[in-house]
């Protein structure tokens, strides 16, 4: 397995294939002192520190004062598992047969009879047209704080199908680690995802420590009305903004307005994201999530249809 | 003069008519220990202080954690002046005479020939469509990097022309002494404002200890693009958001994702906003900044084109 470290240049990208699967649980740290210990000693995790070392010490000619210390981090696949669905879908799969009771003609009506029936192939065939239809009814129709108590009902009580846990247990140890011990070294640590930027930011703080106002991510369209002469924000099912991909970056400088100097991510979605992070004067570190280990997790990259890893993966290696 | 204090309530703006004037020169503390100095003793000054003190205080029932000390500031009029024109309209217009000798064909085509004539009132009733023109050939075809060195331009060089100071020294000491006191009290303090959240991040760190993630504003298009190998964000001319009115809160959510708990604004467009943070939980604080001073500032509010203080008045009154 190639293992590629350049974390200074325009256009290296670190490649971890050592991280992963380390589900809910902590390894034991051999040494009480080691920032990261559950990550396996080796080039990867020395860059890791280095990079750390190297722009917070101030006497270093890559030092970076603490409010330029931006890291953004992908979620899905990078902070969390995204198999064998996003989880997402799931939770708007879950909350279509929840909401079925008062919705009879779904029964009869794709895609909500397909998701009825548990059928993941007919929900796939229905396309983006019948994903949408998905989202618009579990995801509008209420206020953003009504929004938010569901997604925190799901995230408290869903279970993942293979490893039974809750979905927030599903993360991975060693990128919790990283985001701690960034913060520790001054980092603002970001969530920049295709997720929803309203799914994540209700439970981002507890899990990832990350608070709201450094979720940034996908989102419909929310407008300002008085309801009974109170002021609610209403969801409407209509998609405002796609956070992947190119739009990384220009989610990236419209919520932050920085650049960041360290990026992590797992998929072509966050290749952007790594360039333009690459991009930046001065020192700056870019990491790809490389899923390899089918036993404890998933093993996906290239012919993946969730977390597609190919162009990235590319420039990794070259 | 009518002085409505009511910072607990669900409808109350607290309407302050006395802090306006001070421009770039603070007024001398009596006492040392005032957090306010330039501010007139008063029932708005001690409802700012008085509420202040009981959300930080952890013994009181109207105790808020560090982190939810929320804080929205409107800039144009609320944080510095907004007359005789919008300050960003002044930053269009002189970008369009800078760049004249490149479009000699602008002496013939309006809006521009109003613009490179002074005829304000030309460019005025060439309406929205002229505006767009103006934001589109001054805030739009370059790069992010490239807006941000042309802003910083103006701001340390173009004066005010009644001020005969930088735009950036037209700012309200009293509303200075405020952001710097509750940023030592564990708030957050954001800008929200209608004007460009690219014109105003690459200065509000240095005039407002504001960082650029905690400017909120209006914005076009950018799009990520490769040129010459290297990654860029270029920015278009089309409007992409409107951070004004029913917006606000809208902003708000998106951007940081909780109420705030206090909000300072100054005119129509903040109504809403205020409207949001009244109905929190837990007790807020609204500030309307009405200009009365025409001395030292100017005076104006319902009938006025710029920063109009009309409905949030009416609601202020009651």
């Known amino acids: 397995m190639i293992l590629r470290i350049d ?4 256009v290296g990208l670190l490649w971890l ?3 992963m699967g380390l589900l809910g649980c902590s390894r034991h740290g051999e040494n009480s002192v080691d920032p990261l210990p ?3 000693e080796g080039p990867t995790k020395q860059a890791i520190l280095d990079f750390v070392q190297s722009v917070t010490d101030s006497s270093s000619e890559w030092f970076v004062p603490a409010d330029g210390r931006i890291a953004t981090f992908d979620n899905d696949g990078t902070l969390w598992s995204e198999q064998p669905v996003y989880f997402q879908l799931q939770f708007a799969l879950d909350r279509i047969k929840a909401l079925a009771p008062q919705h009879p003609e779904w029964r009869q009506r794709q895609p909500f009879k397909a998701v009825l029936e548990g059928d993941l192939q007919a929900v796939s065939e229905s396309g983006m047209r019948g994903l949408l239809q998905i989202v618009g009814a ?3 129709g209420m206020t953003t704080s009504e929004f938010e108590q ?3 009902e799901w995230i408290t009580t869903a279970k993942h199908p293979r ?3 809750l979905y927030s247990e599903c993360v991975f140890q060693p990128m919790l680690e990283l985001l701690a011990y960034l913060r520790a070294n001054g980092f603002k640590t970001y969530i920049v995802s295709g997720g929803g930027i309203d799914f994540m930011r209700p439970w981002a703080q507890r899990v990832y420590g990350v608070p709201p106002e450094q979720v940034v991510g996908s989102s419909i369209v929310t407008q300002f009305e ?3 002469g109170v002021p609610v924000l209403m969801r409407y099912p209509e998609i405002e903004f796609i956070d992947d991909k190119e739009a990384k970056p220009v989610a990236i400088d419209k919520f932050i ?3 960041p100097i360290a990026a992590f991510g797992n998929s072509d979605g966050d290749h952007q994201m790594l360039q333009w992070t690459a991009a930046g004067e001065g020192r700056s570190l870019m990491v790809l999530v490389h899923h390899t280990d089918a036993e404890r997790e998933w093993a996906y990259d290239r012919a993946s249809h969730i977390g597609r890893l190919d162009k990235a993966l590319d420039e990794a290696n070259a």
């Open 7 to 10: 974390i200074s240049g325009l």
């Open 17 to 19: 294939a050592t991280i």
């Open 38 to 40: 559950s990550w396996n």
């Open 138 to 140: 579990s995801h509008a």
């Open 150 to 152: 569901i997604v925190q």
């Open 163 to 165: 490893f039974n846990r």
């Open 226 to 228: 008085m309801r009974d």
């Open 257 to 259: 307005g920085r650049r």
